[in-house]
């Protein structure tokens, strides 16, 4: 699944670009406006992925950094490393903290971020899996674990709050409103 960016929905939650590393999160409105969302949304049900870590892995630090950066400014918990060594000994040592996982392909030598994933899948066949990758994204179908999504680079920091959003909520899925009494 490649994503591409799109006009968002009323009631949709996402976000944008504020500045240099910067990304708010915000609800979308009626009327089309961009409203901040409440910090104790950021710590409830509306951000689901706040009940466990999103892995991400990126070797290049500025682009990390940037990466790092915007989720926890969107309100997720981040562990960032800079190789599939590192990434892989952060993921054995507590699997089930993590709820997602973000990965370049290629970090440089030793594993990649294909093998990564299919790791991080052994354990947790559910995990979201975000793929970005600058020239790796023709290798995506037949490398890639089912039910990912590959982000090429460059990308914007809303592609991968949206993609990461998308993924985390299809995994759980907000429960049905209950009827009122009448």
């Known amino acids: 699944m490649h994503l591409e960016p799109h006009p968002p929905e009323e009631g949709t939650v996402g976000a ?9 999160a915000y609800v979308m409105g009626l009327d089309g406006t961009k409203n901040a969302v409440p910090r104790s949304w950021r710590q409830g049900d509306v951000f689901m992925m706040m009940n466990g870590l999103v892995l991400v892995v990126e070797d290049e630090p500025m682009i990390l950094l940037d990466i790092e950066g915007g989720l926890v400014e969107a309100g997720f918990d981040v562990v960032g490393v800079n190789s599939a060594g590192q990434a892989l000994s952060a993921f054995d040592a ?31 066949a559910m995990m979201p899996v975000i793929y970005i990758s600058g020239d790796s994204a023709p290798n995506w179908g037949a490398e890639g674990v089912p039910e990912s999504v590959m982000i090429t680079k460059p990308f914007a920091l809303p592609q991968i709050i949206t993609a990461l959003s998308m993924l985390l909520n299809q995994r759980h899925p907000s429960p049905p409103n209950e009827p009122s009494a009448g």
């Open 94 to 124: 507590a699997p089930g903290s993590f709820n997602a996982l973000i990965s370049d392909i290629r970090l440089g030598d030793g594993r990649s971020g294909w093998e990564v994933a299919r790791h991080v899948r052994q354990t947790n």
């Open 16 to 24: 944008f670009r504020a500045g240099a590393c910067q990304t708010r």
